[in-house]
């Protein structure tokens, strides 16, 4: 299906001509008026048109757009012709695979477009998102965006990084496969930020609700490696010098619950030398920016200029960045990521020791040697910071050793090799400590959750070609190439599957395929292997590798070329350039190796951190080597000729590590494969000038660009194919004006598209038909639009000619109209002249004598005004006088009144302090003396015993049911044997019953057997009545004994209820303190062992160190003694490093990598780290079959004992979540056993009963395997797995009981342990102290208490939840054994004859009888079990009243009968006629039924035929009732859990709309209640007499009306976000997309994104529509008016509603180019006028609602209106709800859909703006409205004019506990 090409003659051949098209068709294509595309030098292409018709001449006529000139264009070959330029309409497309002529031209054109005029940085091309940098902080990437974008499809809104994440992240979630967004482009193109704009996205739509830090770590990583891996560069600021492949890993649910990250190729070179105008890394100038804090003065840091490792590039600031804050923000990111402060000053401190390591001066010494200064400050610094030895580092910077066969010998170093040997430490240094970064960073974002699915963010190096090419370009270019051919085959595969979806033919497509430049790199004797090769010689070099390539490639691989003047360099042509490699430096590059002996100084370290870094890890790359070979280490360029004197070094191990180039390959290859295992998403990055300057758009650079990212790959591989594909509708709605009325099928879309085809295209290779979609060759669609505007121009031309035609009548027949209009006005005039003066003249005398009477009358009223005020100020003046004095004497008469009280009240107080004191005293003193009594009495032996005796009757009672288990197997043991001889009787009985069917006389016995079976189906059922009657009797019996053992259970209850307050307020003085002082206790003894801990690893470590150390110290003195340097040393020199390395590793290293996850790659370099395989665990087949040798009598009782212990265990568990339901938080934190004594005693005690277990099991385990052979096969039995299950729940009972033990065991130990800590804490050891004022005692019997009632409780439950089992049990049972045996019944019936039919229907019968008469003995035998339990509790009743005064219980129980006489007689009188207070009694106890009832089972069904607000009502009658008893605690339990119960029954049904709406209509109702009966003026207004009455008299619930108030809103906010959640898919649909106008739009051609996977189907959007919106609206407008909410709060309610739909509806306009057009806009309009209608329908058009649509109403008349420059003020003057970035985004959409329409001028733009500034003084740039906006609700006061008199209580409420007074 492929066929490839590598011809690379010309790399650029691919994107030159167009080839596309055939003789017959230059000439209809390449007319006079045609436009073109020609090359150009600087721009790289101009517009042009063609002055003459093309016919095949050598040169053709053509005037450049751009200046006008003309000039004569040659034409070389006819294959290749200019390109053709695409119609106005197409420019400017979203998706350049979208545009008809698809070639570099337009691609570069349209990007152009887009960036410099409409400022639109990203765009579509095909699966690839081409961003280009601004170079300008853009307000696109705010959170308002991330939630426009969220949800959306991909092909709807405009481009934009958020837009490729949120596709990733929808295919993630729907299909569960794995996605990668790979990120590339050169320096300083934004691949840093684009791939930290996706993180953000991730972390935000897949924000964790449990793990808050997970999002927040994720992108704290991003400042951590900017600091440490990024650099100012002469093309970026904050290039990254290294690549990095995250991944986000997510669980189940979405949400990122962690993840991981790996890098390829950190630039070490950078920290050693940095070209002009270039930085070294952020770290560097960070910490030298920070010199001057306190905590970095111990750094000795200077200026950057100061440091030769900082000063190459003579740049060390950013115009704009400030190093300290960004320290400050990497900081911050290392704390969140849970690195130590310590740590973190650690790592500081080795960054700076490298600055100053790079300021030690080397210089010559005599001979080929080197020394160095002995007052050369910075090596003691560096030393210093490093904590190594000066002397040693200062030693072996200019020596080296060499190893030979039995003796070490010493070598001096010249100064180009010790200053080589001096920059591979610092990179190595520095390198170290990135990857140990990268690896704490790694550790944090883990996470122990199951990853399901994971999103990878590859942010990659681009394609560099530079004057000189290394090594480093050499890796990259090698990686692009990779990515190169992944994204070649899947571009093609994306379009081949899009071919065979639709089933239409297709031939080869054409495309570059690099494999021969990667095999080429790669393959075996590649030029990787050929490096690898001669790094191993011992005088390998430079120039003998290069030769070597040349012998094996040069004239045999095409993509292999030699430059001609050099022989120390090659050229490799790549998919985007020829490339040409200096040779020097690669042998080096790649072996990277760094001398050992400053790596044992490193080890040696006094600082555990730097010992970490350098520590010798076993690298499964390494590899053993011959004597004398180098131990290599990460290391970069050096000189010529230092290759050869570092092979030779003195190490611990002799080994070889993998080179650098074959790392790369195998951490590349790896890259491959996690992308070829996920879904790529591609991002390419351009940069568009190299000045950094925003907005400024370079072709040329751009260009080069393009090629190199593989975006005209795409676009070529497009164009070969079919690359503009429209839908049948959509083609005829667009080019229905080509099609002829007979050739139109309406019913058909698919024949008529074919009619007009066939027609309008003769060539049938120009388009396909598929299933859904039409398919055309490049350049068609062009063509269609050609002929589409002739035949509009043709009939715009006969609509003109009509239209003047009738324009000029009608113009003559205005004339000869208005002549005869003006001489009947002419004559008309004249009378009305005649006609004014008459009138005029009289009305002169009417004016004269009004006025004279005006001015009379005004005369008059001033001196009748003036006394009278003159009479008010007098009586006034009078007035206040006489009111200050009485004012005066009242405020006399108040004050003698406050002061007398107050003299009164402090006598009072004085007194009634007096008598407290003594009785305090006598209390305390009372109080000494039993504290000194219990002290003797705890002190005994006794009291010791007695408390020990019940645990020790406890535990012997867990060992005698342990016997019994043990006995009752022993019984079924038995059982097992007698079943089987019934089973030989039945065997027997069944040999019989068959020759009795043989004999003659079988149907004379099968009669006879009838008979008796029916006689005895008779009986069973007469026994069955029997025992049904029986059964009804002891239920009766049983409810009676019941009822009476509840009433003597509340009286009980009640005085628990009062010893559990005095218990509790005693605990709580006591119990506080002691939990304190426990606390602390425990805390001191955690500090003391974490201390002793690390202080035993820092000894270990230590010891490593000193160890290392002796070893360094003992070679220095090895090479001092000698006389010349040579000196054979020990053997066991390697011995003694490894022992120091071995001993170095801690246990708790050791134990963080066993129990650490799987290591994963970080780059090259690492390998993952395989667990050794599980032992194999026997087969549940093969228990199955081992089984089969078991008894089955064994296996059916332990099957029935399993669910019998099943059984019970299920209650135990119950019993236990009921009582944590209950048991409140509190109780919990307040426990008296604290947890160490209970874990030390528990680790005993699990110890003991271990062993014990294990003696159990393997004697269990050796039964079984003399009977089981575990190594067969096959499926586990059903008895297998019960035998299983009984063993866990033996094992879960055991352990049970054994918990229970130990608390109790606990208990005791803490008493002597906590009270010996507590003296010895607080008593200076005392502990006859410690429980002097008897708080121990007290704090025992509140335990005590407490363990009592909570005994009680469990019971209690206990019953409860058996009732339920059992009923449950037995209906599951019943329906069981039915079904099966009507299985049996039907199978059997099917399968034999009519006889034997016969004879199996009796047996049925038979079989159910019999389990029916065991099933009623089993219930009879369980009620009698229940009779002897009540009888004894009656006994034991009994007893109890005897010893009391039984005829006081007597006359109590009389008092009761007489009581319910009475209720019952008042009960039974309803209909008599009496008046109400409008008041409601109930009991206490009956008030949580009152919730349930009331609010809780409340239906919105049921409620909407009650009185509306009833609840509400009934609620406020009952707090009534609580006011006129004056009973202030009844009243606030009840208001506490009406308010508790309204909000249970939000959440629970928080997705029930209707009954939200009821209850925000209740809780309003009855906030408006307590308002109206609050008794306060202003709420009685429109009070009756009757309702003034009403009024509460001793309560002031004021502050609760707040919490009412508080808690409608935010029911009203629950139920506004439902509605929205509703509303939001519907918004787009109705408002921006419904074509209420049909025919009025239409539609171009989407690309490629609109193809998305994730695009919605036509299907989906038919169903929301503006008829859906409107319903929605509806049925909520229905719902609040049926629930009787407030018609204010509806308007509210309404107007939040309106401006979701309108902000939505704007913010996705803002986001769609398709939809800024003229006909959009005027559908919109029309969609709004429905909207705005239905207010007005509903009479809602004053709520305020129809003003939040103002902004998407003045945005779809911007979308209608002129856009000229004469309409700039109006055009302002009429967006004045929208802002600024808005109008000038949606000029920028505006996008015609007709040639015929005018695309809005970039003049125009600029223009609106400077219009804006001038008369706008608002600072409001923002581009989204905020959705989540929501106006502040408020609740006005709206009396009701029921009166509560008047209110009944229906039954369906099941209120009849209330009683009405």
């Known amino acids: 299906m492929v066929k490839s090409t590598s011809n690379m003659s010309d790399i650029y051949c691919r994107f030159q001509f167009q080839t596309f098209l055939k003789d017959s068709e230059i000439s209809q294509v390449y007319v006079k008026g045609a436009r073109i595309w020609i090359p150009d030098s600087e721009k790289v292409w101009v517009g042009a048109e063609l002055l003459e018709n093309y016919t095949g001449q050598k040169s053709v006529k053509i005037q450049i757009e751009d200046n006008g000139q003309e000039r004569n264009f040659e034409i070389k070959d006819k294959n290749r012709l200019p390109h053709l330029r695409n119609p106005e309409i197409l420019i400017g497309e979203n998706d350049l695979t979208s545009l008809s002529y698809l070639n570099e031209p337009e691609v570069l054109y349209n990007l152009r477009v887009r960036f410099l005029e409409r400022n639109c940085i990203y765009t579509y091309c095909g699966i690839v998102l081409v961003a280009i940098n601004p170079y300008q902080q853009l307000p696109i990437y705010g959170n308002e965006l991330i939630q426009m974008y969220s949800g959306q499809d991909m092909g709807t809104m405009d481009p934009h990084i958020f837009a490729v994440a949120e596709e990733a992240f929808k295919l993630m979630s729907r299909f569960d496969k794995n996605q990668s967004i790979i990120v590339s482009g050169e320096s300083g193109a934004g691949k840093t930020v684009s791939a930290k704009y996706a993180m953000r996205y991730f972390a935000m739509v897949g924000g964790s609700q449990t793990e808050t830090q997970v999002e927040q770590k994720v992108l704290a990583s991003n400042p951590i490696m900017e600091a440490i891996g990024n650099a100012k560069t002469t093309r970026n600021d904050n290039s990254s010098r290294f690549g990095k492949y995250i991944e986000i890993s997510f669980n189940k649910k979405n949400e990122i619950i962690g993840a991981h990250m790996r890098t390829y190729l950190l630039e070490k070179s950078r920290v050693v030398f940095q070209a002009s105008e270039e930085r070294n890394y952020h770290i560097f100038y960070q910490l030298c920016a920070s010199r001057d804090l306190p905590e970095y003065k111990k750094f000795c840091l200077l200026s950057p200029d100061d440091f030769f490792y900082t000063s190459h590039g003579q740049a060390p600031e950013i115009d704009g960045v400030d190093d300290a804050e960004d320290l400050i923000s990497a900081r911050e990111a290392l704390t969140m990521l849970g690195i130590s402060e310590k740590n973190q000053m650690m790592i500081f401190q080795i960054q700076s020791a490298v600055l100053h390591f790079g300021n030690v001066k080397l210089r010559e010494a005599d001979g080929e040697s080197s020394e160095i200064k002995k007052d050369d400050k910075h090596l003691t610094i560096m030393c210093k910071l490093l904590g190594i030895e000066e002397s040693q580092m200062r030693m072996w910077l200019c020596h080296k050793k060499i190893v030979t066969v039995g003796e070490v010998l010493t070598k001096p170093l010249t100064l180009t090799q010790a200053s080589f040997a001096q920059d591979a430490l610092a990179k190595h240094i520095y390198a170290q400590t990135f990857d140990w970064i990268v690896e704490k960073v790694n550790r944090a974002l883990h996470s122990t959750t199951k990853s399901t699915k994971f999103i990878g963010v590859l942010d990659i190096y681009g394609f560099e070609t530079f004057e000189i090419n290394s090594f480093e370009q050499f890796c990259i270019n090698y990686a692009n190439e990779k990515l190169q051919q992944i994204f070649n085959m899947h571009v093609f595969k994306l379009e081949q599957e899009e071919y065979v979806r639709e089933a239409i033919e297709w031939s080869f497509i054409d495309f570059y395929d690099n494999q021969p430049c990667i095999d080429l790199i790669e393959s075996k004797l590649g030029i990787l292997d050929l490096l690898d090769e001669e790094c191993k010689m011992p005088k390998g070099s430079d120039e003998n590798w290069c030769q070597k390539l040349y012998d094996k490639h040069l004239g045999k691989a095409k993509h292999f070329e030699k430059p001609r003047m050099s022989r120390s360099a090659f050229i490799i042509n790549h998919f985007a ?415 019989s019953n068959e020759e009795g069917k043989k004999s003659s006389n079988k149907v004379s016995e099968l009669v006879q057997q009838i008979k008796d079976l029916q006689e005895e189906l008779s009986r069973e059922r007469k026994e069955k009545e029997v025992l049904v009657t029986e059964r009804d009797k002891t239920r009766k019996e049983h409810t009676q004994v019941l009822s009476k053992l509840a009433e003597e259970k509340c009286k009980l209850k009640e005085e628990l209820d009062e010893a559990n307050l005095k218990l509790q307020q005693q605990e709580t003085e006591t119990g506080d303190v002691m939990k304190k002082k426990l606390e602390e206790a425990n805390k001191l003894l955690q500090a003391e062992f974490e201390s002793e801990r690390s202080h035993h690893q820092r000894l270990v470590k230590e010891h490593a160190r000193l160890q290392q150390r002796l070893e360094n110290l003992q070679s220095e003195f090895q090479v001092l003694t000698s006389p010349q340097g040579h000196k054979r040393t020990p053997s066991d020199i390697s011995a003694i490093s490894l022992e120091s390395y071995t001993s170095s590793v801690s246990p708790d290293d050791i134990k963080y990598d066993e129990e650490g996850p799987e290591e994963k790659d970080q780059g090259y370099g690492t390998k993952k780290k395989k667990k050794a395989p599980a032992p194999p665990v026997p087969t549940a087949t093969a228990i199955e079959k081992e089984m089969k040798d078991v008894d089955i009598g064994l296996v059916l009782k332990l099957q029935n004992k399993v669910k019998e212990l099943e059984r019970q265990r299920t209650e135990l568990e119950e019993k236990v979540e009921s009582y944590e339901e209950e048991t409140p938080r509190g109780s919990r934190d307040s426990a008296v056993i604290p947890n160490s004594a209970f874990d030390a005693l528990k680790m005993q005690e699990l110890q003991n009963e271990n062993d014990k277990l294990k003696r159990e099991v393997n004697k269990l385990m050796k039964s079984i395997s003399e009977n089981v052979n575990f190594e067969k096969g096959g499926s586990n039995s059903p008895a297998g797995k019960e035998f ?458 004053e709520s305020g609602a129809q003003s939040t649509l103002e902004t998407i109403t003045q945005a779809s008349q911007l979308l209608q209106a002129r856009k000229s420059d004469a309409d700039v003020d109006s055009i302002c003057e009429m967006c004045s709800k929208l802002t600024t970035p808005q109008i000038v985004k949606i000029l920028n959409l505006y996008t015609p859909v007709d040639e015929f329409e005018e695309r809005v001028p970039i003049s125009f733009i600029r223009k609106i703006q400077e219009r804006l500034k001038t008369t706008r003084n608002d600072d409001d740039n923002t581009l989204l409205i905020d959705i989540k906006y929501s106006f502040p609700v408020t609740f006005p006061f709206n009396p009701s004019s029921l009166t509560l008199d008047t209110v009944e209580i229906p039954e369906s409420l099941h209120l009849e506990f209330l009683t009405r007074v």
């Open 1284 to 1741: 299983m299950d009984q063993f866990t729940a033996m094992a879960d009972e055991l352990d049970r009981r054994r918990e229970e033990c130990l608390q109790l065991r606990a208990m005791l130990a803490e008493k002597s342990i906590t009270t010996h800590a507590i003296a010895k804490e607080s008593y200076g050891g005392m502990d006859d102290i410690v429980n002097e004022d008897n708080e121990l005692a007290l704090a025992y019997r509140t335990q005590k208490e407490l363990n009592r009632l909570l005994e009680n409780q469990l019971q209690k439950t206990e019953k409860d939840m058996k009732k339920k089992e059992d009923k449950l049990k037995r209906e599951i049972k019943e329906l069981k054994q039915e079904n099966e045996a009507a299985q049996k019944t039907i199978s059997q019936n099917l399968q034999l004859g009519p006889e034997a039919k016969i004879e199996a229907t009796m047996q049925h019968e038979i079989t159910r009888l019999t389990s029916e008469n065991l099933d009623l003995r089993e219930k009879a035998d369980k009620q009698s079990d229940q009779i002897r339990k009540m009888k004894k509790m009656l006994k034991v009743y009994t007893k109890k009243l005897k010893d009391g005064d039984v005829a006081e219980i007597e006359a109590e129980l009389e008092r009761e009968d007489k009581q319910k006489k009475s209720d019952d007689s008042v009960a039974t009188v309803k209909h008599l006629d009496r008046t109400y207070m409008g008041m409601l009694e109930y009991q206490k106890e009956d008030e949580a039924q009152l919730i349930k009832c009331l609010i809780m089972d409340l239906k919105p069904k049921v409620a909407q035929g009650l009185l509306p607000g009833l609840p509400a009502y009934v609620l406020f009658m009952c707090v009534r009732h609580t006011d006129y008893i004056n009973d202030d605690e009844k009243v606030r339990t009840l208001l506490t859990n009406t308010i508790n119960g309204i909000k249970k029954c939000v959440k629970k049904h928080n997705k029930d709309l209707e009954r939200v709406i009821l209850w925000l209509a209740n809780t309003c109702r009855l906030l408006h209640t307590l308002k109206q009966y609050s008794g306060e003026k202003s709420f009685q207004s429109e009070n009756t007499s009757r309702q003034n009455e009403h009024c509460l008299r001793n309560f002031d619930l004021s502050e609760y009306r707040q919490v009412f108030s508080d808690l409608a809103v935010w029911i009203y906010q629950t139920m506004i976000k439902h509605m929205e959640e509703a509303l939001q898919p519907m918004v787009v649909a109705a408002v921006l997309e419904h074509e209420a106008i049909a025919g009025l739009t239409a539609s171009k051609p989407a690309g490629m994104r609109g193809r998305s996977s994730s695009t919605a189907t036509d299907e989906n959007v038919r169903e929301l529509s503006l008829d859906s919106l409107m319903k929605v609206l509806n049925k909520y407008s229905q719902n609040l008016s049926q629930h009787a909410v407030d018609p204010e709060l509806i308007k509210q309610v309404f107007r939040q509603l309106y401006y979701y739909i309108g902000s939505n509806a704007l913010n996705n306009l803002l986001l769609r180019k398709d939809m800024c057009n003229w006909s959009k806009g005027m559908q919109i309009r029309y969609n709004l006028s429905h909207l705005e209608q239905w207010l007005r329908d509903n009479k809602l058009n």
């Open 577 to 991: 350039d020829r490339v040409e490699y200096q040779a020097d430096g690669f042998l080096e590059k790649n072996r990277d190796t760094v001398l050992e002996e400053h790596l044992n100084i490193l080890r040696a370290s006094e600082f555990e951190l730097v010992a970490e870094l350098f520590e010798e890890k076993v690298d499964p790359n390494e590899k053993k080597s011959r004597a004398g070979s180098a131990t290599t280490h990460a290391m970069r360029q050096g000189p010529k000729g230092g290759g050869r004197s570092n092979k030779k070094t003195v190490g611990s191990q002799q080994v070889q590590k993998a080179t650098v180039g074959d790392q790369f390959r195998d951490s590349l290859h790896k890259l491959m494969q996690t992308l070829n295992a996920t879904t790529p998403h591609y991002i390419r990055c351009i940069k568009p000038n190299d000045e950094k300057e925003a907005f400024v758009f370079e072709p040329n650079r751009a260009v080069e660009q393009l090629r190199a990212c593989g975006v005209l790959e795409t676009i070529r591989i497009s164009a070969a194919g079919y690359p503009s594909r429209w839908t049948y509708p959509e083609f005829f709605q667009r080019y229905r004006v080509l099609a002829r009325s007979k050739d139109i099928n309406r019913s058909n879309t698919k024949k008529t598209c074919e009619n007009v085809l066939t027609k309008v295209i003769q060539d049938p290779e120009k388009y396909r038909f598929g299933k859904t979609k039409i398919f055309f060759r490049a350049g068609q669609v062009a063509y269609l639009e050609k002929l589409r505007s002739d035949k509009l121009k043709a009939c715009g031309i006969m609509i003109q000619k009509h239209v003047k035609g009738w324009l000029a009548r009608r113009r003559y027949q205005r004339i000869t109209k208005s002549i005869m209009l003006l001489q009947k006005y002419g004559r008309g005039l004249l009378a009305r002249r005649h006609a004014k003066f008459l009138r005029e003249t009289f009305a002169a005398t009417r004016i004269q004598k009004r006025w004279r009477g005006h001015t009379a009358r005004v005369r008059y009223l001033k001196i009748r005004g003036a006394a009278v005020v003159i009479q008010s100020a007098i009586r006034g003046h009078f007035g206040r006088l006489l009111f200050k004095k009485e004012l005066h004497e009242h405020r006399a008469i108040t004050i003698q009144k406050l002061v007398r009280s107050w003299l009164a009240r402090k006598r009072y107080k004085k007194v009634m302090r007096g008598i407290v004191l003594l009785q305090s005293h006598f209390r305390r003193r009372r109080a000494k003396r039993e504290l000194k009594k219990l002290k003797i009495e705890a002190k005994s032996v006794e009291h010791i015993k007695n408390v020990n005796k019940g645990l020790e009757n406890k535990i012997i009672q867990l060992q005698q049911k342990l016997d019994a288990k043990n006995k009752e197997a022993l019984g079924m043991k038995e059982q097992d044997v007698y079943i089987r001889q019934l089973k030989g009787d039945m065997e027997k009985l069944r040999t």
